[in-house]
C-alpha cells in the first residue's frame, strides 16, 4: 500500500543548505517552481533516473523527485539535520512548513530499489523522509534544540 495523502494545512519540516533557496516567513510557494537541474552523468544521476522510470511505471500520480520539496516529521529532523551538516559542512536550516497538496512518505535507504515507491510497512529503516508536491507556507525558521 502507497503512503500517499491530499494534506491540508499539514504541519512538516524542511531542512536544507543555507542559501539553496531564498524564502521568507510568512510566504507561500508552490512546488510548480521546484525544477533541480540536471546532475552531471555519475552514480547520483543514475539512480535519480531510474528512481524517475520507476515511479512512472508505478504510479505517475506519485509526487516526482524532481519537482518536490523533500520533508521531514518532526522526529527525523535531526537525523536530516546530522546528515546534511556532515555532507555539506554548513549548519542547516530547519523551516516549519504548512503543505497543502500531495504527500509521499517513504525512506531514502529504498532509494535503488522499487521499494522506495511501495514502502514496506514492516521495515523501518532510519532515512525516513516525504516528497511534497502543492502550496507550502513557510510557518518559521527553527532552532535545532526543539529537536533534541
Given at each position: 500500500m502507497m503512503d500517499i495523502q491530499t494534506v491540508t494545512n499539514y504541519i512538516a519540516y524542511h531542512i536544507h543548505t543555507p542559501n539553496q533557496f531564498d524564502w521568507s516567513i510568512g510566504k507561500s510557494y508552490d512546488t510548480a517552481l521546484v525544477c533541480r537541474p540536471v546532475l552531471p552523468c555519475g552514480f547520483k544521476q543514475c539512480i535519480e533516473d531510474i528512481a524517475e522510470l520507476t515511479r512512472e511505471?508505478?504510479?505517475?500520480?506519485?509526487?516526482?523527485?524532481?519537482?518536490?520539496?523533500?520533508?521531514?516529521?518532526?522526529?527525523?529532523?535531526?537525523?536530516?539535520?546530522?546528515?546534511?551538516?556532515?555532507?555539506?559542512?554548513?549548519?542547516?536550516?530547519?523551516?516549519?512548513?504548512?503543505?497543502?497538496g500531495k504527500l509521499f512518505w517513504t525512506y531514502a535507504d529504498y532509494l535503488k530499489a522499487e521499494r522506495y515507491w511501495l514502502p514496506n510497512k514492516v521495515d523501518k529503516p532510519q532515512e525516513h523522509e516525504g516528497l511534497f508536491e502543492g502550496t507550502y507556507t513557510i510557518v518559521d525558521q527553527c532552532d535545532i534544540a526543539e529537536f533534541l
Open positions: 511505471n508505478i504510479n505517475p500520480n506519485l509526487p516526482s523527485r524532481n519537482h518536490c520539496i523533500y520533508v521531514s516529521k518532526k522526529e527525523y529532523v535531526r537525523y536530516w539535520y546530522n546528515y546534511f551538516e556532515k555532507r555539506n559542512k554548513l549548519q542547516p536550516i530547519v523551516y516549519k512548513l504548512k503543505l497543502t
